[in-house]
């Protein structure tokens, strides 16, 4: 079976062209390409495959194999995919996803796509709807005490639910210690991502990440759209101005624009093609 490895600011998948490859079992597929000494070593595995409403469809898992609804790092990448084999040779490319369809603008070097500019949609902040069982109305500045310590955490769904709590400093935290804490959490009954952030000004934010099913990532593109959803929430950001969030992996650039929706600037990058028996 062909794949390519390809990575957004450091978060890396395996794709496979679902135009051509058959997968038996993505979710076992998933875990074997992951694992990163076993197999080829990734977040998950992303397949691109026809669509009957869009230019292609994302199927996406994660490291554990469970599936996940959106990827906004991923879904640069398919688009990056999709220009650069030939399935949407356009500027703008539109991606089915479980969490609908998403538009994406493409950049272009040389013939290749180099970066991409998504449109996440609106952030869901009704806390039913993330899930939690935090807050009312809204899921802001809440009160969560995970593994016998007090955090004070934002709700927000970019299609996938996110946890984000401002702390002094990310860059010194035992993620592994505290992360499962938060995904396993009973307030959040579909699992969760954490966002640990640390403001930096008005225009630039440090964020590590704990994603449900696959760990710390070097970056999460939902995530640092909810963060910013976060900060502004929380007072620290100011919709319509681009904030740079810095992550172990690379830098996103993201706003929330007055039209309520969230766009997010990135790179998407080719690491290797390859193959390997399924």
Wanted: with cysteine; glycine share 10%.
């Amino acid at each position: 079976m062909r794949f390519t490895k390809m990575h957004g600011a450091g978060n890396d998948y395996i794709y496979v062209n679902g135009f051509e490859e058959t997968i038996r079992d993505r979710s076992a597929f998933a875990v074997k390409v992951s694992d990163r000494h076993f197999g080829i070593g990734s977040d998950g595995l992303i397949c691109i495959d026809p669509s009957d409403v869009a230019d292609c469809k994302m199927d996406m898992y994660n490291a554990d194999g469970s599936q996940g609804k959106m990827c906004g790092n991923g879904v640069r990448c398919v688009a990056k995919f999709a220009y650069d084999n030939g399935i949407a040779k356009k500027d703008e490319i539109a991606v089915e996803t479980l969490s609908g369809i998403k538009y994406i603008r493409v950049f272009t070097e040389n013939g290749k796509v180099v970066r991409a500019r998504v449109n996440m949609g609106r952030p869901i902040l009704t806390p039913r709807e993330i899930p939690t069982t935090l807050g009312a109305d809204t899921a802001v500045k809440q009160a969560l005490t995970v593994d016998g310590r007090d955090y004070e955490v934002t709700c927000v769904s970019m299609g996938n639910p996110h946890c984000v709590t401002f702390v002094d400093d990310v860059w010194s935290l035992d993620l592994p210690a505290i992360g499962p804490g938060f995904e396993r959490h009973p307030a959040f009954p579909e699992r969760v991502n954490t966002e640990f952030i640390r403001v930096q000004d008005a225009r630039h934010l440090d964020m590590r990440v704990w994603e449900r099913g696959s760990g710390e990532t070097l970056a999460c593109g939902t995530g640092a759209c909810a963060s910013v959803v976060a900060a502004v929430l929380c007072g620290h950001c100011e919709k319509d101005a681009p904030v740079t969030v810095k992550l172990l992996g690379g830098v996103l650039e993201i706003v929330w624009s007055s039209d309520g929706n969230v766009y997010m600037t990135g790179p998407a990058e080719t690491i290797c093609t390859g193959e390997i028996d399924e």
